[in-house]
């Protein structure tokens, strides 16, 4: 069984920082890419971050280049989102899941408020 457990959302001002961690079970992680989505209020879910199975090749969505960085430590079975210089539109309940994402594998979401 997949499991996807997510830590380290919270409440934070603009221009502070959070670490989002996802720790999967249940498949070989290394084998996979892994990403990051987020869905903000009253919108559509939607990709913020990916990393390839080494951690050699990441992307990222225009809104969040240059503040936001995915990693993954295939050691411990985790992907990790660091968020700095935060935004009051990064506010969003934000997912991992593998790329492409698996509709049963969804995380349990963390809510990420950017707020003074």
């Known amino acids: 069984q997949v499991q996807l457990v997510e830590s380290g959302g919270g409440l934070v001002q603009p221009g502070g920082s959070l670490r989002l961690s996802c720790a999967a079970s249940g498949i070989t992680f290394s084998n996979y890419w892994m990403t990051w989505y987020r869905q903000p209020p009253g919108k559509a879910r939607e990709l913020v971050a990916d990393i390839d199975p080494d951690g050699g090749m990441t992307n990222y969505a225009d809104s969040v280049k240059g503040r936001f960085t995915i990693s993954r430590d295939n050691a411990k079975n985790t992907v990790y989102l660091q968020m700095n210089s935060l935004k009051h539109e990064d506010t969003a309940v934000y997912y991992c899941?593998?790329?492409?994402?698996?509709?049963?594998?969804w995380s349990q979401g963390t809510q990420v408020t950017v707020s003074s």
């Open positions: 899941n593998l790329l492409p994402p698996r509709a049963g594998y």
